[in-house]
């Protein structure tokens, strides 16, 4: 086996052979015809890692003429950029010079905008690549001299047919019979979440791993679930791909999916992030069940009590039967909407002060014409409730609370409108 990576080894040298990225690059998609036009703009490239970034770079700078140079955000200097820009009066800079600077987003402020002088005369285009949402990690003027391409995971389809040419790549270099079962290469197609490198990876190591047998290795699944268990978990606790996540668990119950709660809800604890799980699976109980099943929140409580008590892998039990429970029961925000309505008023300034009846002063000062504070104890009236203002006298009147339309609000709507009636 040679020294370098199967992935590097593997990597396609025209469009053709990249895998996946149908909506940016088949016929007559934008950044196809962009490449074909030769005219190439600053760009930046957003998405997971393994899904074509790099590899698109070094295509467009073989077609277009330009010299390749690579810098990476977490190990690159401002140096290293003044290094590139000395190489336009020489040889190399003749078409000019394509920088692909890999993970932009830890390139500071200062180091961004030196690149601004050179990418804005068109000696250096710039393709720069993020795995984090530019919008929020690159500096504003670049942004607005770039235009923003978004990479997706591959799908299972298209990483099939990488793994199958790094199989069939191996089987040349070694001149050996490798083989892997069809089900073992959907396996590593699914496990490496959408990740191709992950998952050439995954071939080169399972078949290190398997000793040849008179010039065959046959690959086993024992092997490749052994060496591909933990690689479709893209979680980065502090990317995109966290928030993503955690939102499409929460938006899973709320939208009473219990199939899609308890997928993400796995997703979620295969990554042993508990403390998430059980925080967004309180927050959907409060804010999207509600009042249309107010005891689910203390059995919500109470399960995620459960989990953090006996820890993982047994907190999935309770976890799996709130999750399933808060993605059945009726929803309502009518409480959070609310208090959402009363916090806007207070923003706005409206609601000082309070009704001389709720004060909790016994005494009024010289200029009250009417002494006294005149509160009303509902508990010496009928059904426990008497009329008076409760709101400050700028907001009198005002309705925040709606009733939900489930069985549980519209009965104490009804009763209350019987008693205050």
Known sequence: MMNTPLADRLRPQNLEDIAGQHHLLDENKPLRRIIASGQIPNMIFYGPSGVGKTTL???????????????????????????????????????????????????????????LEFIENGSITLIASTTENPYFYVYSAILSRSTVFEFKPLEKNDVEKAVNRAIRLLCEESGEEIVFSEKAVEHIAYACGGDVRKAVNAVELSTISTPPVENRREVSMETVTALTQKSAMKYDRDGDEHYDLLSAFQKSMRGSDPDAAIHYLARILAADDLPSACRRLMVCACEDVGLANPQIIPIVKAAVDAAMMVGLPEARIPLADAVVLVALSPKSNSAYLAFDKAMADIKKGKGGGFPRQLQNKHYDSAEVEHKGQFYRYPHDYPDHWVRQQYLPDSLAGTVYYEPGPNKTEQAYADYWKKIKS
């Open 57 to 115: 770079a070094a295509i467009i700078a073989r077609q277009t003429n330009r010299t390749l140079r690579k810098l990476n955000g977490t190990t690159a200097t401002t140096a290293d950029i003044r290094n590139i820009v000395e190489e336009l009066s020489g040889f190399s800079g003749l078409n000019g010079i394509l920088l692909y600077l890999d993970e932009i987003q830890y390139f500071n402020k200062k180091q961004q905008q030196t690149l």
